[in-house]
């Protein structure tokens, strides 16, 4: 059994990735997608179903008068929106765990990964990536890898982070180096079990180095991006927050100069905003 095998044999003690979850992103791939399909596969999801309509009374989205159905949701708050919801919905009951090894409490991955997927939406335009609701869910699920990861990184803890301090190199890349495998090539390879598509993975598994990714898309290297001004905000940061620089010579085939990171920065700032926003309304609900 390698060392991949038995991290991944440790993740079958993960809860699975809601279906739910799996069907609505192989709806997202057609961006005309009908707002009917959405709400067909969703609605025999009692837990996501409350939660959404639950959001949308919530008094941050300004309802008028409550909604008791996610057709009325979906009216409130339009398609993307409820995208956006349902994603955040499913993916909570996954990320919330506390990941000792990472140094993250309870709610700190679901954290810093749901501030990554407001940003990558947002900064689809700065890096010309036609495809906003993708975005938000790779945005979301890129550190997934750290869930199956947490076990192993706790038992070679000191090592790890030895190996960062005199090596000079990232948490991620000693990581790496300790355990022959990181938290983003096991992330593609759950990406890969849970039937994502090839783009999806591509962007998990080289979040970290998106040089390395396959084909042409731009969406590994907006996560990469994302994933680092979000370590800069301190939320939901970790042991992964340690000596993480992004690849500059991408930035320049990215067309992202000086300018346009100032403006990543304002945008960081302002998905801030959004952010505390969702997390009282998820407070709210308890
Ligand atoms: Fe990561
Ligand atoms: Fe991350």
Redesign the pocket.
Known sequence: MTRVDEILARAGELPPFPAVIQRVMALMADPLVGADKIIEVVKYDQAITARVIKMCNSTVLMGTSPVSTLRDALVRIGNKQLLQIIMSAGGTELLQRELEGYGLGRGDLWKHSMLCALLAESLCDVVKYGAPDKAFTAGLL??VGKLAMAGSVADSYEDIREAATAGRISF?EAETRVLGVG??EIGGRLGELWNFDAEMVAAIRH??EPAGAPGESKLPFLIHLS?ILCLTSGIGVGS?GLQYTIDHDLCKSHGIGIREFELAMIRLMEVEAQFHAIVAMFDREG
């Open positions: 890129h550190d991620f938290h983003a979040h970290h994933d992964d």
